[in-house]
């Protein structure tokens, strides 16, 4: 039978890359973006998260097989909480009732190797809670100040933190009680639109080789690298693993944290 899945942020980088193959593949994909999309909303909203669910339910015909969560930002400023932490889970937990009518339903966050950076925990502590208003009152806090490694604490936290909450629920009988795996797929540098100016010179490059090193074939991976790994963590083999965090990054985790398993 073919699987119905549903992608946010279609319309680019490794969301429109995963669209292309699983469509190649003969599913059914509905993709999510601000334009040039199935389903057109801004995920930042709450607005724009009834449409997704609203438009998604309608177009499924009442039922999905897997949600992938990729839309994500990377400007220091509070949007960026709303849309890689809150939308992402809105995608996810407000699909969930299309997700439990699937015989093998799947569901994956983007996260990224970013998570294992320095993060605010004031910050960290209001997304835990659940708290947009308090998350976002925090962001303005920290605008655009940068970490150690010179990441953006807003978005370091919010990449740690969904990664978090994917590992707190996956094990829960709301997502594998109910015979949904859930996961987070952390990329490295991957070349995208969002990636190419830095990517195309010399010291941007170094800078990226600083923060994500990437032994295994080189600084940057193509979208579709991130594309495979997702297209068969949402398929119907993957029937145990669950609550995980796999980084697609060349190598870069176990350098930056050799003891950590």
């Known amino acids: 039978m073919t699987r119905t899945t549903v992608i946010t942020g279609a319309a680019s980088g490794i969301g429109k890359a995963t669209l292309e193959r699983l469509r190649a593949e003969g599913q059914t994909v509905i993709g999510v973006d601000l334009r040039d999309a199935d389903v057109t909303a801004d995920l930042s909203t709450a607005e724009g998260r009834a449409t997704l669910v609203d438009q998604v339910t309608n177009l499924?015909?009442?039922r999905v097989d897997a949600v992938i969560a990729v839309a994500g930002l990377v400007v220091p400023a509070p949007i960026t909480v709303s849309v890689n932490y809150f939308a992402a889970k809105a995608a996810v937990e407000g699909l969930r009732h299309l997700l439990v009518r699937s015989d093998a339903p799947?569901?994956?966050v983007v996260s990224s190797i970013a998570a294992i950076q320095e993060t605010d925990d004031a910050l960290?502590?209001?997304?835990?809670?659940?708290?947009e208003p308090g998350a976002l009152k925090e962001a303005e806090r920290i605008g655009t100040t940068v970490n150690a490694s010179g990441g953006s604490f807003i978005y370091t936290t919010s990449k740690y933190a969904i990664a978090r909450w994917v590992r707190a629920q996956a094990?829960?009988?709301e997502w594998a009680g109910a015979g949904i795996a859930l996961n987070a797929v952390a990329p490295g540098v991957i070349k995208t639109p969002m990636t190419a100016p830095v990517l195309a010179t010399a010291e941007g490059r170094k800078i990226l080789d600083a923060g994500a090193p990437s032994p295994l074939n080189?600084?940057?991976?193509p979208p579709e690298a991130p594309a495979a790994l997702l297209a068969w963590l949402t398929s119907a083999e993957n029937t145990h693993v669950t609550g995980q965090v796999i980084f697609l990054d060349g190598g870069a985790e176990s350098i930056h944290r050799p003891e950590s398993i």
């Open 60 to 62: 499924s015909g009442g």
């Open 106 to 108: 799947r569901a994956v």
């Open 124 to 131: 960290f502590e209001r997304l835990m809670a659940d708290d």
């Open 171 to 173: 094990p829960t009988p």
């Open 218 to 221: 080189g600084p940057a991976a």
